[in-house]
């Protein structure tokens, strides 16, 4: 139970296309979050939880999407690229779906701290993008807001790179609901598509243009 925030609506990726300022409120919600010193007590590891994911399926019955491994062991280039340059792990709300903010039109509130956890600041960034089908404008409305102006390339590298990774991610997640017979949505639509969105981001110029920044540092 929390309180109420009085003239607030959820978001979605139509709201945050409409709402002026949304992409930037979202940054500066972000920005908050990073900075505020919070520790929480689980750590959002990537590859880990990839490599915890798999295992979970590796007992059930459901295919992975063809190449999938394939694109895992590529993803071995970021793992290691990320490593040799890591940002100090902050708290990070971790699963920012559109409708997990509320917006008032002058500030923004996150909610749903599931997945919350100790992370890369740049994955929230990242994420939000991918779920709110974010366009070149949007993203770079949220960027100048976070960073209080433009980003330097190895941060958009690390946000671009992640917007992959969560796709591979949540590509796992959601064929865990479909073996567990999750009635919500069709999840073997949604780890596809998402699976194909990262598999055909993985494959551009400018991932690995990106991938290089952030070797750079």
């Known amino acids: 139970v929390t309180r109420y925030i009085a003239g607030a609506e959820t978001m979605s990726e139509e709201k945050f296309k409409v709402r002026p300022g949304s992409p930037a409120r979202a940054g500066e919600a972000f920005r908050k979050l990073h900075n505020s010193g919070a520790v929480f007590p689980f750590r959002f590891e990537l590859f880990a939880m990839i490599d915890d994911y798999l295992k979970v399926l590796s007992t059930k019955e459901i295919a992975l999407p063809a190449g999938y491994h394939d694109v895992v062991r590529d993803a071995e280039s970021v793992r290691s690229a990320l490593a040799a ?81 969560c796709d591979l991610l949540w590509t796992l997640w959601g064929l865990i609901q479909l073996a567990n017979n999750n009635p919500v949505d069709d999840f073997r639509a949604y780890a596809d598509g998402r699976f194909a969105r990262c598999k055909a981001l993985m494959e551009t110029s400018e991932f690995s243009r990106h991938l290089a920044a952030i070797r750079r540092g």
């Open 85 to 165: 340059h890591p940002l100090p792990l902050v708290a990070c709300h971790c699963d920012p779906l559109c409708e997990n903010f509320l917006d008032t039109g002058e500030r923004m509130w996150i909610v749903d701290w599931e997945y919350s956890g100790m992370n890369d600041p740049l994955w929230d960034l990242g994420d939000l993008s991918v779920e709110g089908k974010f366009d070149l404008a949007q993203d770079e409305e949220m960027m100048r807001a976070y960073f209080g102006g433009e980003a330097r390339p190895a941060e958009r590298g690390r946000i671009v790179i992640y917007k992959a990774m």
